[in-house]
Every structure is written in C-alpha cells, then in structure tokens.
C-alpha cells in the first residue's frame, strides 16, 4: 500500500513564475492537509481539504495560495507569482476520515522543497 | 484556540543515557496528543498518542510519553538512547473541537556514541 506520494520532491522557480504542489493521499484516504515548514517556525498549517471541498482554510495566505483536492486526481497546492519567503518544504499529509472524528494519525508524505531564486 | 510549546530547540545526550523532549500544551477542552518524528529529508513519522485513559502511553521504537493534565505537559521519554534516534521531533496537540493538528516548533535529538 503506497503512502502519499508527493511530486515533485525538489521545486525551483523565479520570482514571479507560479509553483504547483501535487499529492496523491494514501490508497483509501479522502482527507488531505498541507502544511508548511520554515526553519525556526516548525510545521504550519495551512489548509485541510476533502473530496471536492476546502473544509478549514485558516491557515491559507490570503493571497497567491490556492488548493483544491478534485474528485479525480491528486490534491494540488498552487502559489502563483512566488517570492523568496515562499521558499520553503510543504508536507501533505492524508487521514481515511476526518481527524476531528477519529484520531488515526496523520500520514505524511516526504515533502515538495520549494525554492524560490 | 490550541497551541504546543517546546521548550528546548535541540536536546543532547549520550548512547544509553535516558532521553526526556519536553511539550507542554494548551487548549479549551481536553486534548488529543501526538509524537511525530522526522528524519532527514523525509516526512513525519507518527510514533505515539494520547487519547483518553493510562497517563503513560507506550509507542514505537521504545519511545513513551506520559500526559500530565495538572502541568499541561506531555513530555516524551526513552530509557536508553540510540544513536539512531537521533532526529527531529515533533509534538502535536488536537482540541477535541478542532478538527486539525497543531504541531510544536520541533526538537532536534542528538544522541552522541
């Protein structure tokens, strides 16, 4: 049973250019969440998603960042017009049901490297 | 609102001494606890939980963590350090009217040979 999988694992883009994150959940999996990580901060949240819907977006920027998990496919974290602060690791992270009514542990993937020249 | 604080950014101690990281947490109601670890380049690792119920919880690798509702702490202990236990460690605390994990700043292992 493949765990998440995340691609790329390694992402550089220019100032400007636009960054889009990709994560497959866990066979079985419908509940997916992006987290940031900066050194000195640890592991932010930024958006928790389901099937076809953005369930707790309140730790999105309110600008440039966007994610939606389609029905079909993988779940997509997209940063348009990057800048330098973006550079940073994302973790997608997958649960079969809502964590807020079990509490299976998240499983998480190893991560997209965003760096931003 | 929820919230996790770990004290020491970077914890050192030798093969076969006990190790103890430190989190103490902060929420409304009753918490759900978490250890994730975190190896180079990698993703995070669950290793245990506190749900409900015995105060010491017992998880992976020989780790375990004892929650302690009066100081707010859930603090994770070994017996006897490994060099290869050697990583970054993350505790995460979920209010039971929450439905996303807050995790702490991280604190990195080193255990010396």
């Known amino acids: 049973n493949a765990g998440v999988m995340q691609n790329p694992r390694h992402l550089v883009r220019r100032r400007g250019q636009e960054a889009r994150l990709r994560c497959s959940p866990m066979?079985?999996?419908?509940?997916v969440y992006w987290y940031r990580q900066l050194p000195e901060e640890g592991l932010k949240f930024m958006v928790y998603?389901?099937?076809?819907?953005?369930?707790?977006e309140s730790g999105m920027p309110k600008e440039r960042f966007s994610a939606e998990f389609p029905k079909e496919g993988p779940s997509i974290l997209r940063i348009q017009q990057v800048v330098r602060g973006d550079s940073a690791a994302y973790f997608c992270?997958?649960?079969?049901?809502?964590?807020?009514?079990?509490?299976?542990?998240?499983?998480f993937g190893n991560g997209t490297r965003l760096t931003v020249t | 609102a929820q919230s996790v604080a770990q004290p020491e950014d970077q914890v050192n101690v030798a093969e076969g001494n006990p190790l103890t990281v430190k989190c103490t947490y902060s929420?409304?109601?009753?918490?759900?606890l978490f250890w994730y670890v975190q190896y180079p380049n990698r993703g995070l690792q669950f290793l245990l939980k506190?749900?409900?119920?015995?105060?010491l919880v017992k998880g992976s690798y020989g780790f375990e963590a004892e929650f302690n509702k009066s100081q707010t702490s859930f603090h994770l202990k070994k017996p006897s350090a490994l060099v290869s236990d050697s990583a970054l460690y993350f505790c995460?605390?979920?209010?039971?009217?929450?439905?996303?994990?807050?995790f702490g700043k991280g604190t990195m292992l080193l255990v010396s040979p």
């Open positions: 992270a997958s649960s079969p049901v809502a964590s807020g009514t079990d509490n299976s542990p998240l499983h």
């Open positions: 066979k079985g999996h419908s509940h």
């Open positions: 998603l389901q099937k076809e819907n953005i369930i707790d």
């Open positions: 929420v409304s109601g009753n918490p759900y």
């Open positions: 506190y749900i409900t119920g015995d105060n």
């Open positions: 995460a605390v979920r209010d039971r009217g929450y439905s996303t994990l807050t």
